[in-house]
């Protein structure tokens, strides 16, 4: 009758395996606290982050503006400047037209040129098989 445990030898392999289980349990809630600290955390960053880009947005549709009327006072100044020295009126005025159109026409190439890298072209180039052109492929533009 070896093979069957004294009741001794099973009260403390029961023993045992509960302190296992509740230190498995506690360490398993344990986990799950900091899991929940971390979640929450980022939470509140993602929260104050979200504030201050909305921060940052305002600043910059104010600055905006400000650079507006200060652009507009600089072209009033030369429009002045320009019917002080006798050109008519209305051609200075034409003539600051042009200059915002000329500059806008600038900004706007800049812009679509720039816009390519929106496309993540070396991405797209990395996770094509072998090199094979794909659809749209502008590397050579």
């Not at 045992?16 to 344990?30: F, K, N, P």
């Not at 986990?31 to 955390?41: P, T």
Request: hydrophobic share 50%.
């Amino acid at each position: 009758m070896t093979g069957i445990p004294s009741p001794t030898a099973t009260r403390r392999d029961n023993e045992g395996d509960s302190s296992v289980l509740e230190a498995t349990q506690s360490l398993w809630h344990d986990l799950l606290g900091l899991g929940h600290d971390r979640f929450r955390l980022a939470g509140l960053e993602t929260q104050q982050a979200g504030l201050s880009l909305v921060n940052m947005v305002i600043a910059g549709v104010l600055v905006a503006g400000l650079l507006c009327a200060a652009w507009l006072g600089l072209l009033a100044a030369a429009v002045l400047r320009l019917v002080e020295n006798g050109v008519m009126a209305s051609s200075a005025i034409l003539l600051a037209v042009a200059l915002n159109l000329l500059l806008a026409l600038i900004f706007f190439r800049f812009i679509r040129h720039k816009s390519h890298y929106l496309k993540f072209p070396a991405t797209l180039r990395s996770l094509r098989p072998n090199g094979s052109p794909g659809q749209g492929d502008t590397t050579g533009a």
